[in-house]
């Protein structure tokens, strides 16, 4: 049988959108998702999830309501549960997202950058 | 308040050990870890968990019983849950790997390679 590898940069050109994760992979009960960022994001918070950044390329911050995190490629963070964040990157930035499957971007806040879970790519 | 990323060079300079996965951060019920691989593994599978496998530097493969995958770095994939696989590098090859705490890495084969679980870097 015949197994393919999931090649992360073929899988970044399928996509030019930013703030909208896509799907590579399914892991248990977690997505794999792939994302570039580009400015503010919103804050916001996830109610049911921890969410792992995994910077491939780029550098990107996230803000909490006390402090704060820089990441460059190679870096990573997870943010807890319920935590309120507000990602934002000056240039854009490639982002590989851990989180369960079923995620909205903008969890609790909702808005015009809510963008539709469930794409692959 | 001080939040700190990870890196995750830093975080392999901390072992040099091969098929000795570290753990580096946990997520919901997930462990994200890192290993260093170099020659064979023995034949095994886990019961209860996914395992992905993100080729970070160098080259590695995983043998199914009918095929198997070549990753490179960039390149990833998931072996499901049940799955008989072995992984092997020709060279040293450093690999992230995404999979349920509590996983060991010899899963049900057991034997010499079998690394102690639980262990943070």
Known sequence: MSYSAINVEDRFDRFSERWSPKI???LNDTHIKLVRLLGDFVWHSHADTDEGFIVLEGAMSIAFR???VDLRAGE???VPTGVEHKPSA???CKVMLIER???LNTGDAGG???AEDGVWV
Chains 1, 2 share one sequence.
């Open 24 to 26: 590579i992979a399914r």
């Open 66 to 68: 006390d402090g704060r």
């Open 76 to 78: 990573m963070f997870v």
């Open 90 to 92: 000056e240039a854009e």
């Open 101 to 103: 499957a079923g995620t």
């Open 112 to 114: 015009d950058l809510t």
